[in-house]
């Protein structure tokens, strides 16, 4: 060991620069791990599904350069080592040939939604690349006490390490990002303070949250200056980065998209924006996978409604049993909405065609007669939540007529698209969930006389219900599709049996691996007058 750190000695300084530049090596290949970590949130438990799941495929690949490089090396050490001892470093070659194979086809993958080199993930790199370096440079230093004829090549075991190495890294950043998080919290509650007329609105639910944002956004726009979290900008640090880089003097009105995993969240947000002003949209399983219970969703979302309190206006939607069950309980100033049954503020004769829908809008003793673009009588729902806010921010009757023709589809929420040969696209792929799947279907069959085709990977973050709720899934695409596209292994044999127990022809229905292969069969089948649904899309996180 003292001879290895003999600063007269070679092997020390090829050691550190093989380190450093395995490192290097290492930060690359650690791409999807990096992505995978950053689209669960930086939370290890989304990370280690990935993991046991699909994220073993990478294992295994990681596996395979690790296994080949190593043989590899063993075999050059052999047949040079007796002839000159630096020509065993020849068999690196071969390791870093494989990393090489490894990196590229990581990188050129297609990817949804690609690793965004942010702040936080900068700083993650540096210290990512650090333990690199001191585990290959460890791997060198171990190998040169009890295995010299092989001391270079135990770097091609650090790739193994890669899949725990991420988290840990994460992990060990958790503190320094935490202060940092709270220090962005800080500033944007003192620029908050900076508004004391500001009207403040928080938005909640298990889905709808940003459709409803958007809406709202749109009409409340008739008479105020409005700022909105932009996309789905619903964590702490979204909702920061909107107060930070998008509020201005300007603005009267800022509408908070509010998103929740587990309990307490909601309470940390409404903490953060201090909303006197609530929409509670639809509630249902969505991420019962991180809440472990429904019950536990609806605790966390009635946070909002029990924050703003009695001085407080919160609106419900009631044709959701759950938000029903909370509008009984809460003590706020409550304004109910339905599409099903009388409420504050209602709606009747719903008619949806595949150009938009109609309604008669019930509000304040009058009837109004309402058209929008919208599609599916569960937008109906979400627009009637924010014709209920704008009534209480004292919108006329004539500012929210002229709002609601100016809502428009939100990308990617059963946005209708008019493609070639009069084929017709309707794009839901954000997320899904049981009733919005249940909603897009519906609006599916409106398209009578054209041939139907339904395109999804199924529902996820269901936890224990996921099986069977893909199961039924796939017995109520049976009622509407003449061809099933399944895209991705996880919930294929679950909406396959659903599809085949309800009689659906075996020879329609199609498996495709990614966007590529479905491509591909799209590409041979597609006939003019067709009807696509694209039904959720998910992330790389579940691929």
């Not at 008739?222 to 300007?250: H, Q, R």
């Not at 519906?442 to 199961?471: A, D, H, Q, S, W």
């Amino acid at each position: 060991m003292y001879e290895f750190f003999d600063f007269s000695n070679w092997h020390f300084y090829i050691a550190l620069i093989l380190s450093v530049i395995n490192a290097g090596v290492l930060c690359l290949m650690g791409y999807k791990f990096l992505q995978v970590i950053q689209l669960s949130g930086y939370h290890s438990r989304g990370y280690f599904e990935w993991l046991k799941g699909s994220g073993g495929v990478y294992v295994g690949r990681l596996a395979m350069v690790a296994v080949l490089s190593t043989l590899c090396m063993i075999v050059t050490n052999v047949i040079v080592l007796n002839y000159n001892e630096y020509l065993s470093y020849l068999g690196l070659i071969f390791y870093f040939l494989f990393c090489y194979i490894y990196i590229i086809n990581v990188h050129l993958a297609p990817k949804k939604t690609p690793l965004k080199m942010t702040h936080r993930m900068n700083r993650a790199m540096i210290l990512l690349f650090i333990l690199s370096f001191l585990v290959s440079f460890g791997l060198i230093l171990l190998s040169s006490m009890f295995l010299w004829f092989f001391r270079f090549g135990a770097v091609a075991l650090s790739p193994l390490i890669l899949p725990i190495l991420v988290p840990f890294t994460h992990w060990l950043m958790k503190p320094l990002e935490s202060a940092i998080s709270k220090g962005y919290m800080k500033k944007s509650k003192k620029k908050l303070a900076q508004f004391p007329n500001l009207i403040k609105i928080g938005i909640t639910g298990s889905f709808g949250k940003t459709s409803t944002k958007n809406f709202l956004a749109t009409i409340l726009s008739e008479k105020y200056s409005v700022c909105a979290t932009p996309f789905n900008f619903n964590t702490p640090m979204g909702i920061t980065k909107t107060v930070l880089d998008y509020l201005s003097l300007g603005h009267q009105v800022l509408i908070a998209e509010m998103g929740a995993r587990q309990v307490g969240d909601i309470k940390e947000l409404c903490e953060l924006v201090e909303p006197k002003y609530a929409i509670l949209t639809a509630i249902g399983a969505q991420h019962i996978a991180t809440f472990k219970s429904l019950d536990n969703v609806k605790r966390t979302k009635a946070e909002l409604p029990n924050y703003i309190g009695e001085n407080g206006v919160c609106v419900f939607d009631i044709d959701s049993e759950p938000v029903a069950d909370i509008e009984s309980q809460v003590k706020c100033n409550k304004v109910t909405v339905s599409i099903k049954q009388k409420a504050d503020v209602y709606a009747t004769d719903i008619v949806t065609t595949n150009k938009g829908t109609t309604f008669t809008l019930h509000i304040g003793g009058k009837e109004l007669s309402c058209s929008t673009r919208l599609l599916g009588a569960h937008n109906i729902s979400n627009l009637l939540l924010c014709v209920a806010m704008a009534r209480e921010l004292e919108l006329s009757d004539e500012q929210i007529l002229s709002g609601i023709s100016k809502v428009a589809p939100v990308e990617h929420r059963l946005q209708l698209i008019n493609g070639e040969n009069d084929v017709v696209i309707l794009d839901d792929t954000y997320n899904a969930s049981i009733e919005g799947s249940q909603r897009a279907l519906e609006v599916l069959k409106m398209f009578e006389g054209r041939r139907k085709i339904v395109i999804t990977p199924g529902l996820v973050e269901l936890g224990t219900l996921e099986r069977l709720e893909n199961y039924n899934f796939g017995k109520r695409i049976s009622e509407v599709a003449d061809i099933v596209i399944i895209v991705n292994k996880s919930n294929y044999l679950s909406i396959r049996q659903g599809l085949l127990d309800s009689g659906f022809d075996e020879t329609k229905i199609y498996e495709a691996e990614n966007l590529l292969a479905t491509q591909s069969i799209m590409k041979d089948m597609l006939m003019p007058h067709d009807v696509i649904l694209w039904e959720n899309d998910l992330p790389d996180n579940y691929i």
